[in-house]
């Protein structure tokens, strides 16, 4: 792999990675229920999990997408209703210190296993593999492109739950955090609109 492309495909896991999306939402609303040292395995399952699937897309599965309509139509639909169920989790989060007691943040193989169905998760495999893995590398340009893509993404993922935590004493009243609740889950609803748009 180049320098140019590996600087390419570093400005590409950044500027994905940091802007909000599925991943970056829950996790600030981790951060501010339940704090950043309980939200840590989260940020590792996220990070880690996404980067094996961008492997495994480069290996092969991207191929999958692209032969069979089908998959991608039941991967939507999969999609769409566990976020939307999880937004309403978010939504009905209980206050931080009841959180402490009886809520539980996203566990690392939850998080790990939750990027096969983040619509943004899976096409940023796809694009990353597609436009940046190097011609007849193989499975090495494959791998490569998945570990750029981990160490980047996970001080980007890291930085939201990090944000999170530092307005969580602001949401000590059961009022804003309420408030930040449900914004928090209508932004993982909206996050789901432009990946939606094609098909509408």
Not at 37 to 56: A, E, K, N, T, W
Not at 95 to 113: C, I, S, Y
Not at 158 to 168: H, P
């Amino acid at each position: 792999m180049t320098y140019d492309l590996i600087l390419a495909l570093v400005a590409f896991a950044f500027v994905s990675s940091i802007t909000p999306g599925p991943n970056n939402v829950m996790l600030m609303a981790s951060g501010a229920n339940f704090g950043l040292r309980r939200s840590v395995p989260h940020m590792l399952g996220i990070s880690l999990g996404h980067g094996f699937m961008v492997g495994l897309i480069g290996l092969g599965l991207a191929e999958v997408f692209a032969r069979e309509p089908m998959v991608r139509s039941v991967l939507l639909v999969l999609c769409t209703s566990y976020l939307l169920f999880l937004a309403w989790k978010i939504a009905n989060a209980a206050p931080p210190r009841e959180a402490d007691v009886e809520g539980k943040p996203f566990t690392f193989l939850q998080a790990a296993a939750f990027q096969w169905v983040n619509p943004k998760a899976i096409y940023m495999g796809i694009t990353a593999q597609t436009y940046y893995a190097p011609e007849n590398a193989g499975w090495i340009g494959a791998v490569t492109v998945a570990l750029v893509f981990a160490s980047v993404n996970l001080p980007c993922v890291s930085l939201w739950a990090w944000m999170g935590t530092k307005i969580r004493r602001w949401l000590g009243t059961p009022a804003r955090l309420r408030a930040f609740n449900w914004t928090m889950a209508t932004l993982l609803v909206a996050t789901l609109v432009p990946l939606l748009m094609p098909i509408v």
